[in-house]
């Protein structure tokens, strides 16, 4: 039998509510927990610099309520190097990060910044922390994340999830270099019901990060139904 991917559920946007009005309510954790009853693999969660969705109390109460794997994203600064070694998940996702950006709109230029990026990588590695680069489709990108000792590449699934033309071709391209460099091969953004399928089927594709839409979509179906139905449709794309 083909073993689908993995789900990891990005529970930010729980927490985006939350800090709309302020309090405890909805409770990212309560949402992590009920992720992973419904059929997520692990839990994901962005502490920014700005500290707009996620706290620093949220990631403490995660790594030690939740037994799934945690997925901490963070940009490579001092700070959240500091912070993810002390907090120990069971993976950090590196990802570029400005201000002013809503999200992360692209990927990491890993082939521009490896002498900075290659001791942050060893860096965290050093505590046993799985380290992924989030990158776009690039064969430049996927060349230089090897190089810097990553051991996961997450694929930026942005364009393709906006219509480009070719961007499923460059995932699947990206995928295979990745893998036949020794690379796990994960992906997200922007991944919905409607577009989930083609990117699940790519069978070197280990793990699909998912969050904004399924949290929307949890407006209308509730949590444990919106997760799955992904978890479902994943199932299908890569079995047939």
């Given at each position: ?38 059929g ?9 610099e ?121 995932l ?69």
């Amino acid at each position: 039998m083909t073993v689908p991917p993995r789900l990891g559920v990005n529970i930010d946007h729980v927490a985006t509510l939350r800090n709309a009005r302020g309090g405890a309510n909805p409770d990212p954790v309560e949402a992590a927990l009920l992720a992973l009853r419904s059929g997520a693999d692990g839990i994901t969660a962005h502490l920014r610099e700005d500290r707009r969705h996620i706290r620093d109390e949220d990631l403490a109460r995660l790594r030690a309520e939740i037994r799934a794997p945690l997925n901490m994203e963070m940009a490579a600064t001092d700070e959240m190097v500091a912070i993810a070694r002390d907090l120990r998940p069971h993976a950090c996702c590196i990802v570029p990060e400005r201000r002013e950006e809503v999200t992360t709109e692209g990927g990491l230029d890993v082939a521009g910044q490896t002498d900075w990026l290659g001791p942050v990588v060893r860096a965290l590695s050093s505590k046993g922390i799985r380290v992924s680069l989030f990158i776009d489709p690039d064969p430049l990108q996927i060349s230089a994340a090897a190089s810097v000792g990553t051991a996961v590449v997450e694929l930026h699934t942005g364009a393709y999830a906006l219509g480009a033309d070719g961007e499923l071709g460059r995932l699947k391209a990206a995928a295979a270099q990745a893998a036949a460099l020794g690379l796990e091969v994960h992906a997200g953004h922007g991944l919905s019901f409607g577009n989930v399928a083609p990117v699940a089927a790519i069978s070197e594709i280990a793990e699909l990060n998912i969050g904004h839409f399924l949290i929307g979509q949890a407006i209308f179906d509730g949590l444990g139904p919106t997760v799955q139905e992904m978890r479902r449709l994943m199932t299908v794309a890569r079995s047939v």
